[in-house]
C-alpha cells in the first residue's frame, strides 16, 4: 500500500492530481478513519492505464466510461494504448524522414518533389485526431477505419494528399469551386474517405467540410497544404453535396 505521497512520486503526478482524481470518482484509494488515502498495486495499475489515455489525448470523461466498460480487466485497455503508440511511432518516423529529407533539399544535397514534402501530413494527422474521431463518429467507425487502413497507411496518406493537393493548385489557378475539376476531386475526396475510413453518406460529408473550417486544428491542418485550402475544400465539398442531391 503507499500513501499518496509516494503514489504521487512514483508516478510523476502532482499530490493535488490525485486529490482531483479521486473528487471526481476516477480512481478512489481506500480512507483510513483519519481520511488518510492509500493506494494498492492495482490502484496504481488503473493510474498508469489512465495516464497513457491522457497522453493519447482522452478526456477524463471518456476515460472513466472506458474504465466501466473493462472495470475488472486492464488488459484490453493496455492493447489499445499499444496499438495506438505505435502507430504513432509509425507516424513519427514518417515525420522524420520526411524532415530530414527536406534539411537535405534545403543544403541542396538533394531534390525533392512537392508530393515527398507532405508525406506524413493527412487530413486527420492521426493520433493528434484520434480522440475527436472518436467523438465525433463512433468508437465502432474509428475501429472499421483502423482495420482498413492497416498495412497501407501510405497509400491512405498519399490518397488524401492528392486530393488536397490538387484543390489547393485549381485554387491558385483561380478556379471556382464549381469548377468540374474541383467536383471531380471532391468525389475523389468522398471515395477515399469510403474506402479507407467508413462508409460515408453525403450528410456526413457534408458535415466533415464543414469541420475543416469550424474546427481550429483542422482547419489549421488543412491550411498546411496552401493558405486558404480548408476553406476552399470546405466550399467545393458543399457544392459537391448539393449538386450530388438534386
Same mark, same amino acid.
Given at each position: 500500500? @503507499?500513501?499518496?505521497?509516494?503514489?504521487?512520486?512514483?508516478?510523476?503526478?502532482?499530490?493535488? !492530481?490525485?486529490?482531483?482524481?479521486?473528487?471526481?470518482?476516477?480512481?478512489?484509494?481506500?480512507?483510513?478513519?483519519?481520511?488518510?488515502? *492509500?493506494?494498492?498495486?492495482?490502484?496504481?495499475?488503473?493510474?498508469?492505464?489512465?495516464?497513457?489515455?491522457? @497522453?493519447?489525448?482522452?478526456?477524463?470523461?471518456?476515460?472513466?466510461?472506458?474504465?466501466?466498460?473493462?472495470?475488472?480487466?486492464?488488459?484490453?485497455?493496455?492493447? !489499445?494504448?499499444?496499438?495506438?503508440?505505435?502507430?504513432?511511432?509509425?507516424?513519427?518516423?514518417?515525420?522524420?524522414?520526411?524532415?530530414?529529407?527536406?534539411?537535405?533539399?534545403?543544403?541542396?544535397?538533394?531534390?525533392? *518533389?512537392?508530393?515527398?514534402?507532405?508525406?506524413?501530413?493527412?487530413?486527420?494527422?492521426?493520433?493528434?485526431?484520434?480522440?475527436?474521431?472518436?467523438?465525433?463518429?463512433?468508437?465502432?467507425?474509428?475501429?472499421?477505419?483502423?482495420?482498413?487502413?492497416?498495412?497501407?497507411?501510405? *497509400?491512405?496518406?498519399?490518397?488524401?494528399?492528392?486530393?488536397?493537393?490538387?484543390?489547393?493548385?485549381?485554387?491558385?489557378?483561380?478556379?471556382?469551386?464549381?469548377?468540374?475539376?474541383?467536383?471531380?476531386?471532391?468525389?475523389?475526396?468522398?471515395?477515399?474517405?469510403? !474506402?479507407?475510413?467508413?462508409?460515408?453518406?453525403?450528410?456526413?460529408?457534408?458535415?466533415?467540410?464543414?469541420? @475543416?473550417?469550424?474546427?481550429?486544428?483542422?482547419?489549421?491542418?488543412?491550411?498546411?497544404?496552401?493558405?486558404?485550402?480548408?476553406? @476552399? *475544400?470546405?466550399?467545393?465539398?458543399?457544392?459537391?453535396?448539393?449538386?450530388?442531391?438534386?
Amino acid at each position: 500500500m @503507499y500513501r499518496i505521497k509516494e503514489a504521487a512520486q512514483l508516478s510523476g503526478v502532482s499530490v493535488k !492530481t490525485l486529490y482531483h482524481y479521486d473528487k471526481i470518482g476516477l480512481l478512489v484509494p481506500l480512507k483510513s478513519e483519519n481520511g488518510y488515502r *492509500t493506494y494498492s498495486q492495482q490502484d496504481l495499475e488503473i493510474l498508469q492505464v489512465i495516464l497513457f489515455y491522457k @497522453y493519447l489525448g482522452f478526456s477524463l470523461e471518456k476515460i472513466a466510461e472506458l474504465l466501466k466498460e473493462n472495470q475488472a480487466d486492464l488488459l484490453p485497455h493496455l492493447m !489499445t494504448q499499444l496499438d495506438s503508440l505505435k502507430r504513432e511511432r509509425e507516424h513519427l518516423d514518417t515525420l522524420i524522414s520526411t524532415l530530414q529529407k527536406t534539411i537535405e533539399n534545403q543544403k541542396g544535397e538533394r531534390k525533392m *518533389t512537392i508530393e515527398e514534402k507532405f508525406v506524413g501530413f493527412s487530413y486527420q494527422d492521426h493520433q493528434k485526431y484520434y480522440q475527436r474521431a472518436v467523438e465525433e463518429y463512433g468508437q465502432e467507425v474509428v475501429d472499421q477505419a483502423i482495420e482498413r487502413q492497416s498495412g497501407q497507411e501510405e *497509400t491512405v496518406v498519399a490518397a488524401f494528399n492528392q486530393v488536397f493537393q490538387a484543390l489547393v493548385q485549381n485554387l491558385k489557378n483561380g478556379l471556382d469551386v464549381w469548377a468540374w475539376e474541383n467536383q471531380e476531386e471532391a468525389g475523389r475526396l468522398l471515395q477515399a474517405i469510403r !474506402t479507407y475510413g467508413f462508409d460515408c453518406s453525403l450528410d456526413v460529408f457534408e458535415q466533415i467540410g464543414k469541420g @475543416y473550417v469550424h474546427n481550429p486544428e483542422f482547419k489549421e491542418n488543412i491550411d498546411k497544404f496552401g493558405q486558404g485550402a480548408a476553406q @476552399y *475544400t470546405s466550399d467545393v465539398i458543399a457544392y459537391y453535396v448539393q449538386n450530388q442531391k438534386k
